[in-house]
């Protein structure tokens, strides 16, 4: 909402507003911008009536203030905005399992409720998901054709299907969660997560990483129990590489996977790929061959 002044002209004819505060000679004029959900008619987000200046497009904001009767629900396809504000005190959900393609950037400081629904960042720039609450996604889509890709500024998880299409996801101490019941597709060239991402359960699960230019999984299977499980990649040299013990001889200087248990006592097989055996320089591996998988603990290798 944004507070104009309406100046009007004194005895003297001159524009009279004072402080740019109400006076005799000035009202405040108050303007809803486009884009801005009023929930006049209804909870739907498709009827124009709740929306000021019509349902929103790629190209308008979509704001979500509190305070309103009714908060919007997204019950069947076609559902877009630019840039998503759901403001403190108010909601948006998802009731049926329709898609919200954003263009722009995603705040959520109030709840979001993804139900059965999914989310897809489909812009060519770069994009962040906001905000003083976390949002739980269902299923969450990653389509965007920048160089940049998106940025987490807050934490969030998928609980559904991550599907990482195109474009990078950057993280940090803003971790992406995927809960017991999520699942994800391993990546490729173009698409991948850039730090920490986190799986939680059982389940077998390719971690889709990677850092600069390079895609670089890292896979757990046959975990013995429900555990967090937190992967993340790096294209350059480990910290340590002279603690070596027999029988390895030579640490590689190029790249490393960190992978912490970070909740829950469960063991995993690990397995470790490589997209690019030039950039690796991993010549050969064959069963009696000289490359090992070895793993730095209690500041020793084994």
């Known amino acids: 909402v944004t507070t104009m002044y309406q100046c009007l002209i004194d005895a003297t004819g001159a524009p009279d507003c004072g402080a740019q505060t109400p006076s005799t000679n000035c009202i405040t004029i108050t303007v809803t911008p486009t884009g801005t959900w009023t929930g006049i008619v209804s909870t739907d987000w498709f009827n124009a009536g709740n929306w000021c200046g019509g349902v929103p497009t790629s190209v308008t904001d979509a704001t979500i203030p509190g305070g309103v009767n009714n908060f919007p629900v997204i019950g069947a396809p076609g559902a877009i905005c630019k840039s998503l504000i759901i403001g403190s005190n108010a909601s948006l959900t998802i009731s049926t399992s329709d898609n919200l393609d954003i263009y722009g950037d995603w705040t959520n400081d109030g709840t979001f409720s993804n139900g059965t629904g999914s989310v897809s960042f489909v812009a060519g720039i770069a994009q962040s998901i906001n905000g003083a609450t976390s949002s739980a996604f269902n299923n969450l889509t990653i389509f965007n054709t920048s160089a940049t890709g998106v940025t987490l500024n807050t934490p969030a998880s998928v609980g559904g299907i991550l599907t990482l299409t195109d474009g990078y996801v950057y993280t940090t101490t803003n971790v992406l969660t995927l809960t017991n019941t999520a699942s994800a597709t391993s990546g490729l060239a173009a698409s991948y997560i850039i730090g920490p991402i986190i799986k939680q359960g059982a389940s077998d699960f390719v971690f889709p990483v990677g850092k600069g230019t390079k895609w670089a999984r890292l896979g757990i299977f046959t975990i013995t129990a429900s555990s967090d499980f937190r992967a993340e990649y790096f294209n350059s040299q480990y910290v340590n590489i002279t603690s070596l013990v027999n029988p390895i001889e030579v640490v590689s200087g190029l790249e490393y996977w960190v992978l912490d248990r ?17 950039w690796s320089q991993i010549l050969e591996c064959t069963p009696n061959g000289d490359l090992s998988v070895a793993h730095f603990t209690a500041g020793a290798w084994n």
């Open 262 to 278: 970070v909740a829950g006592a469960g063991n995993a097989d690990v397995r470790l790929y490589w997209e690019d055996a030039t």
